[in-house]
């Protein structure tokens, strides 16, 4: 079968998830595959480009996509809860983000992950500025909000039997004024 750039994307956005950064490593891969290393090689010119190619992806599936979807709601309570239910979605496993959190300081993944990070929080306090909160107040609500979205993704992947869906209760508290 032969893999195309997405395929190899892919394929790496399953072994980060798995295994962490670490396990993002060409020869392994392809192995893993049944495919050459050339086969990598041939759309990346190493790990270092693979690695960049997945979390760039990472990105627009888990950050640009979700802003999408939750744009296509009416009310920033809606976009709120849209948000947040697809984010606190248990099916929706946050190993790549831990695995990624893990590896913030690795040179590939800091700037993605810092971009990533301060696109989310501004979306966030966008929705709570709309939602009628100053605009301190609402960077507040929306660094709490991101801390429970990754506190949330910590319990499912560390302790999955433990962890329960906090949406209803994280919108109420998160939207009182």
């Not at 392994?28 to 992806?57: I, W």
Request: aromatic share 6%.
């Amino acid at each position: 079968m032969r893999r195309n750039r997405d395929d190899w994307t892919e394929i790496a956005l399953r072994a980060l998830a798995e295994g962490g950064v670490s396990a993002v490593a060409i020869e392994p891969l392809a192995a893993r595959t049944g495919a050459t290393k050339g086969s990598v090689y041939h759309h990346f010119p190493n790990r270092d480009a693979l690695l960049q190619a997945t979390v760039e992806r990472w990105e627009r599936e888990h950050t640009e996509k979700v802003i999408e979807l939750v744009e296509s709601e009416r009310t920033p309570e809606d976009k709120l809860r849209t948000l947040f239910a697809t984010v606190l979605d248990r099916g929706r496993k946050g190993s790549v983000e831990m695995a990624l959190q893990a590896a913030a300081q690795h040179e590939v993944i800091a700037p993605v992950l810092q971009r990533v990070t301060e696109k989310r929080v501004t979306y966030l306090a966008e929705l709570f500025r709309e939602l009628g909160f100053g605009k301190a107040q609402a960077r507040k609500r929306a660094l709490i909000a991101f801390s429970l979205y990754l506190g949330q993704a910590q319990l499912w992947t560390s302790m999955p039997g433990l962890a329960e869906s906090v949406l209803d209760e994280a919108v109420r508290v998160l939207t009182a004024k």
